[in-house]
């Protein structure tokens, strides 16, 4: 793994020689507004049901990103082009991490918000959360992105409890041929993308395969008070995938995997018991794995499938104060019955087991045992039934999930679906979902910060993390509403409501202080994760699309979340209705796809994120602009400006935040050649 940057380069070198030298492969085309509204209304999801179904029948706040979506909006990263999903908070924390959630909770690990990559769960079992800077993509080989707003627990599991964002490749047989790419500007310092397609067999007849190659530099921020953020990021992706053909025609297999290397920096401050009791300084962040994934699907019939998936994947974190070396196995089946009657069943099983070993300064971070091994293991059933053909749905269903740190875990679901006709969809829901304990809250314990001696109390303060083995799940009960019209072939509309009812949240709770004489006399103020918190959540999240012209496509999303918790007081717990105040209340976009003459577009995005009272951010609007240039048939040039509007503005984090950044102003131009 430590020569995964000159596997990269050397894998850009050689696939650009092979590009050039084939000439098999015809140049990918760029179909400007791939789909209307009406086609994306009837385009194909499967996050909601796990099974394939039109959005517009989809009975669940679903929003599509597609590959057009993602490339017109000049984004550079998967976090960069959620922003345009309504309900979904996106801040920028400074150049190498990022603060994502769905439906409030927002931090740096949100823990509530589960994601997947082509069925493989990139959720972080140690702290809970998903490490963004990992999941480099290129974004020119993402077929989708399926974002749930809501629980998807009954058919994902534990974790997806406010949301599940599904990141969804492209079929290798829909990336032939050759991709070069290459970035550059004020913060990306250079980004270099290779990918080449191929068939298998004559003609393709046995499938296809593509492999590729990226890698990407980032400049420093600045700290809001105009130092060097330190936070500087090189990260290098390779991997393959192959769609094979069975040698029955209902049988289809998919092998793919990817290795990378991600390497940041951060500041780090380190509490001490001797003066100056706290030393701040630069810390080296390293994170590199592997994976890979094999799925069988066989068709019976047009709506009975059997699929089968595993995979495997390896990674290595290190921060100065632990390093987590992590290896996951997962193997999970679904099974999709014919139609009975008036019934749609599906059923599903997963198992997956996850090892760590943890290593880390005893000064800082302590644990009972450095390897530990934890499985999760459940199944699922769900029944769609037909009330009324064509116009009445009931869909129920329910998974029973057991982890080894709370046992059995039901997570239902109900969800009721009214059809007035071919064009429009009422839906409502009732569902449950836990978030399941993390290593961090049941085993680690933390030094967190040092107070110094005063006149008043003459010996320093240590405050502490504990771990609390009796820490449970928190739980959600949901309740939403949704409305989803074709209005014509070129308006289409989105509402969703939701009432979110939360117990056992987690809370900083105070526990007996004491003192301690090693390695000198200090005061220990200790604090654990508890579930003494409650609360509720409630919004409005609506979606509006227009192709005013066949040349011009609009769209707009606004969101409105309320959060009130219900925790300890302050004299007894540490901060625990924070939550309130770190997700905006209001956000909205307006984005314009404008097709102009001489094969050249122009794109923008209008955004406002309203303020963070927790972090003192202020409200703010960031415009994203995109201006395109087919140069030739298959070279297109692409100038990006980002966050337009301002020199450099916070996302995130308090300003005495030690990694708190100033995101600034982003312009840089993108090169891309297809042959």
């Not at 070198?13 to 050039?20: H, Y």
């Not at 994601?115 to 079992?125: A, I």
């Not at 009975?304 to 104060?321: A, C, N, V, W």
């Not at 910060?449 to 009960?477: N, Q, R």
Request: net charge negative.
């Amino acid at each position: 793994m430590l020569g995964c940057h000159r596997f990269v380069a050397i894998f850009l070198i050689i696939g650009s020689m092979a590009g050039a030298a084939s000439n098999s492969h015809a140049a990918e085309t760029v179909d400007n507004f791939e789909l209307s509204p009406e086609q994306l209304f009837n385009a194909t999801v499967t996050s909601a049901s796990k099974a394939p179904e039109k959005l517009l029948d989809a009975p669940a706040a679903i929003f599509v990103l597609t590959n057009e979506d993602i490339m017109r909006s000049g984004a550079t990263s998967v976090p960069d082009a959620l922003r345009l999903v309504p309900g979904v908070q996106v801040a920028q924390i400074n150049a190498n991490s990022w603060a994502i959630s769905v439906r409030g909770f927002n931090s740096a690990l949100e823990d509530k918000l589960l994601v997947l990559v082509d069925g493989r769960t990139v959720y972080d079992p140690l702290f809970s959360g998903v490490h963004w800077n990992a999941q480099d993509m290129v974004l020119e080989d993402i077929d989708r992105i399926e974002v749930v707003r809501g629980p998807g627990a009954t058919l994902w599991g534990a974790n997806a409890v406010n949301g599940v964002i599904n990141i969804i490749s492209k079929k290798a047989q829909d990336t032939q041929g050759n991709l070069a790419s290459l970035t550059a500007g004020n913060q990306e310092r250079g980004t270099v993308e290779e990918r080449y397609g191929g068939k298998i067999g004559k003609d393709g007849e046995d499938g296809y395969y593509r492999i590729y190659g990226k890698y990407r530099n980032l400049n420093d921020d600045k700290t809001p008070t105009g130092g060097d953020a330190h936070d500087a990021a090189a990260d290098a992706h390779a991997g393959f995938r192959a769609d094979l053909n069975g040698s029955s025609s209902k049988d289809t297999y998919t092998v793919q995997g990817d290795i990378y290397e991600d390497n940041s920096s951060d500041f780090r401050t380190l509490p001490l018991l001797v003066s100056p009791y706290a030393l701040t300084q630069v810390e080296n962040l390293s994170e590199r794995g592997a994976n890979v994934l094999a799925r069988w699907n066989r068709a019976f019939s047009e709506d009975s499938h059997l699929m089968l998936q595993s995979y495997l994947d390896s990674e290595f974190q290190e921060q100065l104060i632990v390093r987590d070396q992590r290896t996951t196995f997962d193997l999970e089946a679904q099974y999709d019955l014919p139609s009975y009657g008036r019934h749609k069943i599906t059923l599903g099983a997963d198992y997956r087991y996850s090892a760590d070993n943890l290593a880390g300064s005893s000064s800082f971070v302590s644990f009972p045992s450095a390897y530990e091994g934890t499985q999760i293991f459940g199944g699922f059933v769900q029944d769609k039934i037909t009330l009324v053909p064509k116009k009445w749905f009931l869909t129920l269903g329910s998974k029973l999930e057991h982890n080894d740190y709370t046992g059995f875990e039901v997570e239902p679901n109900a969800r009721l679906q009214w059809q007035p006709d071919e064009n429009q969809m009422v839906w409502a829901a009732v569902s449950r979902a836990v978030r399941t304990p993390s290593r961090l809250e049941h085993d680690l314990t933390i030094n967190e910060t040092t107070f110094p001696p005063t006149i008043s109390f003459p010996v320093p303060i240590s405050l502490v993390l504990s771990a609390d083995p009796k820490y449970t799940s928190e739980d959600l009960v949901a309740y939403e509403l949704g409305y989803r019209r074709q209005i014509t072939p070129s308006v289409s509309a989105d509402v969703s409501v939701f009432y979110n009812d939360y117990s056992n949240l987690s809370t900083n709770t105070f526990l007996a202080p004491s003192v301690a004489f090693s390695p000198v006399v200090h005061f220990v103020f200790p604090f654990a994760f508890t579930n003494e918190t409650s609360g509720e959540t409630h919004g409005i999240e609506a979606t509006a699309n227009w192709r005013a012209l066949k040349t011009l496509n609009l769209s707009a999303s606004y969101s409105i979340l309320e959060i009130d918790l219900h925790g300890p007081p302050s004299n007894s717990a540490i901060d625990s209705q924070g939550a309130d105040t770190q997700s905006p209340t209001q956000q909205f976009n307006l984005s314009s796809r404008w097709d102009l003459p001489h094969d050249t577009s122009l794109d923008t995005t209008l955004y406002y994120v309203a303020s963070l009272p927790a972090f003192d951010v202020k409200a703010y609007w960031r415009l994203d602009a995109r201006y395109s240039w087919r140069i030739m048939n298959g070279l297109q040039f692409n100038l990006v400006g980002q966050n337009l509007l301002q020199a450099e503005h916070r996302e995130f984090s308090s300003p005495t935040d030690a990694n708190a950044g100033e995101i600034p102003r982003s312009i840089f131009g993108n090169l891309t050649w297809r042959y």
